[in-house]
């Protein structure tokens, strides 16, 4: 049979009442008196019934956390930084991928409240904004992530989306490109609007006038990209350069580029604004403005502890985690063109 709270106290020498004291770190109760209360229950294999303790203090020691997928690099780091900051701070996470659903978002974040979770990180849809303040009025801790949301009171922490596609197009302009193509998220979600505005400015600060028949804007997945990329590539005057501001559109890019027998970076320069583990493994390696994932996510955790201990009011201020230039083997100088002397 499974030890209880009055089995731990009894073994202990303590009464029930102590005993819960002791296990949920209670200051009241003696540094000796806990370290017994504690041996008892390690002894005893005692495991707390969350539930139970969840109904009594209002707490569970469970945090959520909403993310889009669980394939992209950037949502993987973000789970397993924020599953690894809560394990040392003594919190259980249940994560929940909606793939961008807000309505699936939206059952989460009533499951958050239903069962008295102490917070929840959502990098998730950009909407559900009076479910985040719900969550704040009922004194749970919530930052978000990802997208902006709009009418959010929550924190948030996000990439510097519009610092990285500029980053990008600078450094393909500092390599002597002019002629540079984009394939962008839709214009309606935080990170497409922000990139596109990134590249606009770099363009236009460096005398090249934006040319609408080189960008291509679309949903987050492989299709769009494959269709983006063989557009660009057959247009009557190609591009010399290719910024890949949409991840999941990256994916059949590369399809295209290895199918076309394109040589990249000799007939095509290429990069991305989000880091992917599998870049480092194409041939030849790929360019990209590193998003710092696990930077995001460890704000992120900064923000919600500070939160959780009562440290911080929640106030709608956003950060912006700033990006960093990864220069690999798929940027170059256009064929015939020379780097201007800032390039490298």
């Known amino acids: 049979m499974s030890a209880t709270l009055s089995s731990v106290a009894a073994h202990a020498g303590v009464s029930t009442s102590t005993a819960s004291r002791a296990l949920s770190g209670h200051p009241a109760v003696l540094p000796t008196t806990r370290q017994r209360v504690l041996a008892a229950a390690e002894e005893l294999h005692y495991q707390p019934n969350r539930m139970a303790s969840a109904l009594r203090t209002n707490r569970s020691g469970l945090l959520g956390l909403v993310v889009n997928n669980l394939r992209t690099a950037t949502f993987h780091v973000i789970a397993e930084t924020l599953q690894a900051w809560a394990g040392e701070h003594g919190y259980q996470v249940l994560v929940c991928t909606t793939g961008g659903d807000p309505e699936r978002e939206a059952t989460f974040l009533q499951t958050v409240h239903?069962?008295?979770?102490?917070?929840?990180?959502?990098?998730?849809?950009?909407?559900?904004?009076?479910?985040?303040?719900?969550?704040?009025?009922?004194?749970?801790?919530?930052?978000?992530?990802?997208?902006?949301?709009?009418?959010?009171?929550?924190?948030?922490?996000?990439?510097?989306?519009?610092?990285?596609?500029?980053?990008?197009?600078?450094?393909?302009?500092?390599?002597?490109?002019?002629?540079?193509?984009?394939?962008e998220g839709p214009a309606d979600v935080t990170s497409g609007r922000a990139h596109h505005a990134g590249l606009t400015a770099a363009l236009r600060a460096a005398g090249v006038e934006p040319d609408p028949a080189l960008v291509r804007r679309g949903p987050f997945d492989w299709l769009f990209g494959r269709q983006a990329a063989e557009s660009l590539l057959h247009l009557p005057e190609p591009p010399s350069a290719l910024l890949v501001s949409n991840l999941e559109a990256s994916f059949g890019v590369l399809t295209v580029l290895a199918d076309s027998g394109l040589r990249v970076p000799e007939e095509l320069s290429l990069i991305c604004t989000e880091e992917e583990p599998f870049f480092t493994l194409w041939s030849p390696q790929i360019s990209t403005v590193d998003n710092r994932a696990a930077e995001q996510a460890h704000r992120a955790a900064e923000l919600l502890l500070g939160q959780l201990t009562g440290a911080d009011e929640p106030v709608p201020r956003a950060e912006l985690v700033a990006p960093r230039l990864a220069r690999r083997g798929s940027t170059a100088a256009p064929p015939g063109r020379l780097p201007h002397a800032a390039a490298g």
């Open 114 to 183: 239903t069962h008295s979770f102490d917070g929840v990180v959502v990098a998730g849809s950009g909407a559900n904004a009076d479910l985040v303040n719900g969550l704040l009025d009922d004194g749970r801790a919530v930052v978000t992530m990802n997208r902006e949301v709009p009418g959010s009171r929550a924190p948030s922490v996000m990439a510097g989306y519009e610092a990285a596609s500029r980053l990008a197009a600078e450094h393909l302009l500092s390599l002597g490109h002019t002629r540079i193509a984009a394939i």
